[in-house]
């Protein structure tokens, strides 16, 4: 009976449990429960600030939805601070700021000088042409001294006669040349000859006498091809650039020249003769001269923006140099954006060296060739250029009527130059002595002609010079950096969430990694079948 018994209950066990394994036979992979379960499961672990709460079973919903809330605000804020970040880089992406490297002296060039007296025509030579001279001639003086415009002042036949070759002759005999201005120069403590030093030069002034710009070769890009005066200059000649500076292969005497140290010792000294009585008319309403200390690279623009001297006076100029320069990471900032040009970025036609100032002189010497079919004379040129005459007047004079409004102002292609290099000048005088002016003047060997008298009423004693060995640069770099960028960005985030690098892997795990492990996982269970 007991064996009966077992055999039946045995018997009817595999029964009992095959029936009870198909009724819990395994189930298909639930897609939303294994989400759900990730999704906790990286609440739950992840180095975020709050989010292990809203994964938190045993917290209400209330609780998860008040720590949820407070995530999105912090998520918000730190969207909305990183977008104002991005917006000032994007809009603002160049600084101006203070170089703690300053520029030592002797990688500066000493300023270019251009001398003007303000004296328009010697009086013996205008007189002559009052007397003697031809109707053009008298004409020419006229338009010199008078405030009339040249258009008011020249009649048909007369204009017609007054083209630029009889025009430069007049302007070339008329004007005190620089042998007469020049009566001392001494650089370095050494006194040199004038003409080695200065050369004459065609400016908005008239003749005026220049000192220490660079080579024609370097400054312009066609030398060969310019119409100008007979112009020498100083060997070794460098090719000296704002942004370049000086070749490391450079001679210590290399021309445009370094100054020596500081102080009027290692300066340049100047003794002008103003010949106030010759003078007939000027540009002024004083005597003495104007003085305009520029970029060796540079044309002068000396009519209006020239310092007034006068004679009588020992004057001593401190020069100070203005320096920008800028990081080379700005070439990847768009121009409109940093509002500067390195030379690479515009080639101009006359010039080889880029500035703001030199790309001006071209835009205004290209409009007058546009509108009049002339430049004048000092502006940029070559040999097929034609040069205005007084025919030209009606032209020139009234240029500004031909110009749109919109474009009156300025040239708007011409952009400051990145690296930019200017002089300010710092003026102390006092007047001469005619009792110490005479021992200064035979020290100096001056002529025996000149009296005391003469001397304090027309020379001008005048000492350029540096007074510091080392100049304060203002250098232009980026705001932010890629990296700056995200340093900004990652403080954000962990001021308000907590963020770093690390939980930004996390993220990626349970994306990607963690998911496809998973996922690889569940297909390897294969349920069971008999």
């Known amino acids: 009976m007991v064996s009966k018994s077992r055999g039946k209950r045995s018997s009817k066990l595999p029964n009992s449990k095959k029936k009870n394994f198909n009724n819990n036979d395994l189930k298909k992979p639930n897609n939303f429960e294994d989400v759900t379960n990730d999704l906790r499961e990286y609440l739950m672990t992840s180095t975020l600030h709050g989010l292990r709460y809203i994964g938190e079973k045993k917290l209400t919903w209330l609780e998860r939805f008040f720590w949820l809330t407070a995530f999105l605000c912090s998520l918000i804020c730190a969207g909305f601070f990183i977008l104002n970040v991005y917006a000032k880089w994007r809009k603002s992406p160049m600084i101006v700021s203070i170089n703690p490297e300053d520029m030592p002296l002797n990688k500066l060039p000493f300023p270019a000088l251009t001398i003007c007296n303000v004296n328009q025509a010697k009086k013996s030579v205008a007189e002559r042409y009052v007397a003697y001279g031809s109707s053009v001639d008298q004409k020419l003086l006229e338009s010199l001294c008078s405030s009339l415009k040249d258009a008011d002042l020249f009649e048909d036949d ?222 940029p040129k070559n040999k097929t250029t034609r040069i205005c005459g007084k025919a030209d007047a009606k032209c020139y004079n009234n240029i500004r009527n031909y110009i749109p409004a919109d474009q009156a102002s300025s040239c708007d292609e011409c952009l400051p130059a990145c690296n930019e290099l200017s002089y300010l000048e710092r003026l102390s005088t006092a007047p001469l002595d005619k009792n110490l002016i005479m021992k200064y003047a035979t020290s100096l060997q ?85």
């Open 158 to 379: 007369i204009a017609e006669s007054a083209d630029w070759d009889h025009t430069r002759s007049f302007l070339i005999n008329v004007t005190q040349p620089c042998e007469e201005m020049l009566a001392i120069c001494i650089w370095d403590s050494k006194p040199m000859n004038c003409q080695d030093l200065f050369n004459a030069q065609l400016t908005d002034e008239g003749l005026c006498c220049t000192f220490n710009v660079v080579h024609r070769e370097m400054m312009f890009r066609n030398p060969r091809d310019l119409n100008d005066l007979n112009i020498t200059f100083p060997l070794p000649a460098v090719d000296w650039t704002p942004e370049n500076g000086y070749p490391d292969d450079a001679p210590q005497d290399g021309f445009p020249w370094k100054p020596k140290g500081i102080g009027t010792d290692h300066g340049l000294t100047l003794i002008l003769d103003a010949n106030v009585p010759e003078y007939y008319c000027a540009s002024t309403k004083s005597t003495g001269f104007k003085i305009l200390l520029h970029n060796p690279t540079e044309t002068p623009k000396i009519a209006k923006l020239g310092e007034i001297y006068g004679p009588g006076i020992e004057a001593r100029v401190a020069i100070k140099p203005r320096i920008l320069d800028a990081q080379a990471a700005l070439k990847d900032i768009d121009v409109n954006k940093r509002f500067c040009l390195f030379s690479s970025e515009k080639n101009l036609v006359f010039y080889r060296t880029y500035t703001f100032k030199n790309c001006q002189m071209e835009c205004e010497a290209r409009r007058m060739l546009e509108i009049c079919k002339c430049v004048l004379y000092f502006m």
């Open 446 to 530: 001056m002529s025996n002609n000149i009296t005391s008298e003469y001397f304090t009423k027309n020379m001008l004693v005048i000492h350029f010079y540096f007074e510091d060995k080392t100049f304060l640069r203002y250098t232009k770099g980026e705001i932010f950096g890629l990296t700056e960028f995200l340093s900004n960005t990652g403080g954000l985030l962990g001021l308000c969430m907590g963020f770093s690098m690390m939980s930004a892997v996390e993220l990626i795990y349970y994306v990607t990694l963690r998911a496809l492990c998973v996922a690889r996982q569940r297909n390897r269970v294969q349920p069971f079948i008999k």
